[in-house]
């Protein structure tokens, strides 16, 4: 499948933009989809599991974080899971904190033209004291 990467750690461990229009983690051997509006979902989670000095169960939408039997983490997403270590929680949290800078936040690189580019200025007239009917 061809990818377009939005932000890499490692070349096994990256999230890109897929034809189809949703994210892709690539973690190691294993491809999970990411619809791009889930994409929150899982920001809030991880930043939830960092705030909370790492409870034993974090739900959100359709993403849960649990500790592992075999230590570690599990992260569900939907129906596919990871088993991460500690350190492994922390890298998928900058992948994730990347992809949502990069897609959820681009009028802030772009101050000159508010609404996107190709968006016309409009030059409003000043109003008149009194209008006339």
Not at 77 to 106: F, I, K, Y
Request: charged fraction near 20%; charge should be neutral.
């Amino acid at each position: 499948m061809e990818l377009t990467t939005i932000t890499q750690v490692t070349p096994g461990r990256l999230i890109g933009l897929a034809p189809d229009g949703d994210l892709r983690l690539v973690w190691d051997y294993t491809t999970i989809r990411i619809p791009v509006f889930d994409l929150p979902h899982l920001a809030a989670l991880l930043d939830l599991w960092l705030l909370e000095e790492e409870p034993p169960l974090l739900r959100r939408g359709y993403y849960r974080l649990t500790h592992s039997p075999e230590g570690g983490y599990q992260l569900w997403l939907h129906t596919a899971g990871l088993w991460l270590s500690h350190q492994d929680v922390h890298t998928l949290m900058t992948l994730v904190n990347a992809t949502v800078e990069e897609l959820c936040r681009p009028l802030c690189r772009q101050p000159k033209a508010p609404f996107g580019l190709g968006y016309r200025k409009f030059i409003a007239s000043p109003r008149k004291g009194h209008n006339q009917n």
